[in-house]
C-alpha cells in the first residue's frame, strides 16, 4: 500500500469543522428541548385529550414514524416554497428534526404514562387536583424516569441524524467534511476525522444525560 496519511492536512480547514461542530450542537440543543415539548404535549393528547385532537395526534405520529427523516426535509425545504414558505436550508433542518424527534419522543413518553399506576392518578384525583394538575405533578415525572434511558438514546440518536440535513445544504459537520473532501481529496482522513468527532459527540452527550439523571432522579433535595 503506497497511500501517504496526511491528517495534518486537515489543519488549514479547522475553522470549517468547527463551524460545523458548533452547528451540529446547536441543532442538537434546540431540536432536543423542542422535540421534547412536542412529545409531551402529543403523548398528552393521545393518552388523554379530546376524541378530535386525539386522532389528530395519531395520524401526526404514524405518518411522521412511517415516512423517512430525509422525505420529510425534502418536502419542507424543497416542497413548501411551493405554497409560499420558505426557509434556509439551517431553519428547514430544524423544523425537519424537531418534528421528527417530537413523534418518536411523543411515543417513548405515552409508554412512561400508561407505566404509571391508575391508582396514583385516582389518588389525585381524590386529592381535588385537575386532569392537568395530576399530569404535571403525578404522572409526568414518573413517566419521564421510567422512560428517561429510552428518551435520551432517541436524543443521541437524533444528534447523529443530524449529518443527513447536509443533503438540504445545511452547514453542520458532515456538509463540512464533504466540503473539505472536496478540496483536499483526502477521504480517508476527512471521515475518520469526523467520525472521531461524532464519537466524541456521543460521549459527551451521554455523560451529560447521565449527570442529569443523578442530579434529577436519583439525588432528591431534601425537605
Known amino acids: 500500500m503506497n497511500y501517504s496519511f496526511r491528517f495534518s492536512s486537515l489543519l488549514a480547514y479547522r475553522d470549517e469543522i468547527i463551524e460545523g461542530l458548533l452547528l451540529t450542537l446547536q441543532l442538537s440543543a434546540a431540536t432536543i428541548l423542542i422535540g421534547l415539548v412536542i412529545g409531551v404535549v402529543i403523548a398528552a393528547l393521545r393518552t388523554g385529550g379530546p376524541g378530535p385532537l386525539r386522532s389528530i395526534a395519531t395520524v401526526y405520529v404514524e405518518t411522521i414514524r412511517n415516512t423517512p427523516l430525509l422525505v420529510q426535509l425534502f418536502i419542507i425545504f424543497f416542497g413548501l416554497p411551493s405554497l409560499g414558505l420558505r426557509f434556509t436550508a439551517n431553519e428547514a433542518a430544524l423544523i ?96 475518520t476525522a469526523i467520525t472521531l468527532i461524532y464519537l466524541g459527540l456521543t460521549l459527551l452527550f451521554r455523560g451529560v444525560f447521565a449527570a442529569i439523571y443523578w442530579c434529577v432522579f436519583v439525588r432528591r433535595p431534601a425537605r
Open 96 to 191: 425537519g428534526l424537531s418534528i421528527n424527534l417530537g413523534a418518536y419522543s411523543a411515543e417513548i413518553i405515552r409508554a412512561g404514562i400508561e407505566s404509571v399506576r391508575k391508582s396514583q392518578i385516582e389518588a389525585g384525583h381524590a386529592l381535588g387536583l385537575n386532569g392537568y394538575q395530576v399530569f404535571r405533578h403525578v404522572v409526568l415525572f414518573q413517566a419521564l424516569k421510567a422512560i428517561y434511558p429510552a428518551l435520551t438514546s432517541q436524543f443521541i440518536l437524533l444528534m447523529l441524524m443530524t449529518s443527513i440535513v447536509s443533503t438540504i445544504g445545511a452547514n453542520e459537520l458532515f456538509h463540512q467534511a464533504s466540503f473539505i473532501d472536496s478540496r483536499t481529496f483526502r477521504s480517508f482522513e476527512v471521515y
